[in-house]
């Protein structure tokens, strides 16, 4: 009997080391298919706990519904965030308190907040952000990103709150006078010496139109250079738009994009029109003509 | 040269193309795309705010509806708007009658600054649209209920009653 015992200990002794090692796996994949053991890679973050939480406090958004400044003025939309922290004030990163605006298609505005030590708590910091956004951005809703994270680099982030931005129509241009050096009774297409540069202040894309008046003499107004004889085009020459007395008329190709006019590209929000006088009359005679009388042409962004 | 038209010369050349034409801005929260929903029986005000950020002088403005008098109403007609501010008003007053029918009205209004004569030859000033589409539902607006207009009422029946039963009382002391 304990020569059988000592038999069979021995017997289990060196089957079970083989059977445990290969065989019983190699027969359980060969039969199941399965893998009896694969590779597992841990990567484990040892952090100081929680995540702060990002609260953006929408009673303090300033309100832009009703539009932005015009150029060259930035406006400032300004707001508070409160961030938590289960660890404790101290555990919050003040420097990594951002609030960034997106819009799609549009760049983004962004500024790096600044706390406002009397709102804070056991638990939360309370920060100011002072987003500067330029005349060019587009009306429609603009989201608000407030992110935060603490010491130990753990991150949050609000993006659940927008505002709206509203449209702004506005412009420059110069110079104020559109003149012609000399012409001669009878003259065709005479270019004017200057032309207008447009800038767009505001954050709409915009056609033009322009409203002429006749220029009489200023000394005998029965002498007229009319309105319908001149044509205003985006480049130089004289095969532009045709004015009509009194009447706004859309100039042809001309359009008034928004966008950084700083640039002064003639193109990222400019345009720039062009005056023709097509034809004088016969009898004009030598004097002085002007808007005086009628009053000004107006350009007028539409 | 007898017979030629001279226009401008020398200095005021100069003069001429280093001036800047007055300009001026209006904002709006609503515009082409974005527009006013409103219920049928409602009033409101839309602020329309004019700037005038960018030029060294004061300018002044002339507000006209162009488009949508059957339902808008600006307040005033004359701007002055000062130089770097951004806070002058043109309330416009969008009152949508009860029985209306729904739909999509526009409503247009066109500023342009009253130009200033500067001697040249043409002139320019500026002018701008504002336009946005009034957007009217089928639903009522709530009638508002005037407290103060009740509480009047209510207040001079009280006063006539008092008033006939002192009377009353001192007629019935003289007998």
């Known amino acids: ?302 | 040269m007898k017979n030629k038209i001279k226009f401008i010369f020398g200095i005021f050349l100069l003069v001429a193309l280093m001036g800047n034409i007055t300009a001026f801005g209006v904002s709006s929260p609503y515009w082409t795309g974005n527009p006013l929903n409103i219920d049928r029986g409602e009033t409101m005000i839309v602020e329309l705010n004019l700037q005038n950020m960018v030029g060294d002088d004061d300018v002044n403005v002339e507000a006209k509806l162009v488009s949508g008098s059957e339902y808008a109403k600006l307040k005033e007609t004359q701007f002055l708007v000062k130089q770097k501010t951004s806070n002058t008003f043109a309330p416009l007053t969008i009152k949508i009658p009860r029985n209306v029918e729904p739909g999509i009205h526009k409503i247009k209004v066109e500023f342009k600054s009253i130009a200033d004569d500067t001697g040249g030859m043409i002139n320019v000033g500026t002018g701008m649209d504002v336009s946005f589409d009034v957007n009217i539902s089928e639903n009522f607006a709530k009638r508002e209920i005037n407290y103060i207009l009740i509480g009047g009422i209510v207040l001079t029946i009280l006063i006539i009653i008092l008033i006939i039963f002192l009377t009353k009382r001192k007629k019935k002391k003289r007998k």
């Open chain 1, 1 to 302: 009997m304990q020569r059988n015992m000592i038999a069979l200990t021995i017997l289990t002794l060196i089957i079970l080391p083989i059977a445990s090692a290969s065989l019983v796996g190699d027969l359980w994949s060969e039969f199941t298919g399965q893998a009896t053991s694969e590779e597992v890679g841990l990567k484990i973050n040892v952090t100081g706990g929680n995540a702060p939480t990002v609260e953006i406090l929408e009673g303090t958004i300033t309100d832009v519904s009703a539009g932005l400044n015009e150029a060259p003025s930035l406006t400032t939309v300004s707001l508070a965030v409160k961030i938590t922290d289960q660890e404790g004030l101290g555990n919050i990163n003040d420097s990594t308190i951002w609030a960034v605006f997106t819009k799609s298609g549009e760049e983004t505005r962004s500024i790096s907040c600044i706390r406002d030590n009397p709102k804070d708590t056991e638990y939360s910091k309370t920060f100011n952000c002072n987003v500067e956004m330029f005349w060019w951005d587009s009306p429609g809703t603009w989201r608000i990103n407030a992110s935060a994270a603490d010491i130990n680099n753990n991150y949050a982030e609000n993006t659940s709150i927008t505002f709206n931005v509203g449209a702004t129509a506005g412009f420059t241009a110069y110079p104020e006078e559109i003149i012609w050096a000399a012409i001669n009774p009878g003259a065709t297409d005479e270019t004017a010496i200057n032309w207008l540069v447009l800038n767009n202040t505001g954050n709409i894309d915009r056609a033009l139109q322009v409203n002429a008046t006749n220029l009489l003499g200023e000394t005998d107004n029965t002498k007229i250079l009319l309105a319908n004889d001149f044509s205003i085009d985006i480049n130089a020459g004289c095969a532009g738009t045709g004015m009509s007395h009194l009447a706004y008329t859309p100039i042809a190709g001309a359009n008034l994009p928004r966008g950084d006019f700083r640039l002064n590209d003639l193109s990222t929000g400019q345009e720039e029109l062009f005056f023709c006088l097509n034809r004088v009359g016969q009898d004009i005679t030598e004097q002085t003509y002007s808007t005086n009388q009628e009053g000004s042409w107006t350009v007028k962004i539409a």
